[in-house]
């Protein structure tokens, strides 16, 4: 499988000549999902799910569909019928030849005063990778890449650590990272690196793994 890292939370996964898009947000390039046979969103929140970027992939490509939950469904299904599908916590599905399994009910919280909204994670492939969305989910299955969220408003470094110990992946490449200064990533990588107990990886956006 080919993983490619977009800007922020956006990656695509390539494998048997089909693409896989996950949260073509707003910090992330246009034509993110330009090319996807299916596309991904793990939330309503714009720098995981961008109307424009969507519309973009579903227009490029008439057979391209796309999975997410309903807040995010309600805003497309009309303009696409029968290319946009709901899920939710439990449900697995096929995309585009990848099996997919839904993982996570809330997204984290940011703060108390702010209500919680949905957020999904998706375990592709029997757990070759996990995509948690904005959530530190547990997806109660091993997993050998995980899609690390490493810094937003709703959480700090230790918590990210212990994300990482709780999972146990094989590796863990960085993801939500578009707020992350140049002058932050080494400590980032240091005490992730040290403390997170597997192998803790960064790509710049537009760079690829074989994973």
């Known amino acids: ?3 490619t890292k977009k800007s922020h939370a956006c990656v695509r996964l390539e494998k048997d000549g089909r693409t896989l898009v996950i949260d073509p947000g707003v910090f992330t390039e246009e034509d993110a999902a330009v090319g996807a046979d299916a596309i991904l969103v793990t939330h309503e929140h714009p720098d995981h799910f961008s109307e424009g970027h969507l519309r973009a992939g579903l227009e490029a490509n008439p057979q391209a569909e796309i999975w997410t ?15 946009v599908h709901t899920v939710g916590h439990g449900d697995t599905f096929t ?3 990848f099996d997919v399994q839904v993982h996570g009910e809330l997204h984290a919280v940011i703060h108390p005063d702010i209500p919680r909204i949905t957020n999904v994670g998706y375990l592709v492939d029997g757990g070759r990778v996990f995509h948690p969305g904005d959530a530190l989910t547990l997806p109660d299955h091993p997993v050998e890449t995980l899609l690390l969220p490493v810094q937003a408003p709703w959480s700090k470094i230790s918590e990210v650590i212990d994300y990482v110990r709780e999972v146990k992946p094989q590796r863990a490449y960085d993801i939500h990272d578009a707020l992350l200064t140049d002058l932050a990533r080494p400590a980032y990588d240091r005490q992730i690196g040290t403390l997170g107990g597997s192998e803790h990886l960064r790509l710049a956006p537009g760079e690829t793994a074989d994973i």
């Open 69 to 83: 939950l309903k807040s995010v469904a309600d805003q497309l299904s009309a303009a696409f019928p029968g290319r």
């Open 1 to 3: 499988m080919k993983f």
């Open 95 to 97: 995309a585009a030849g």
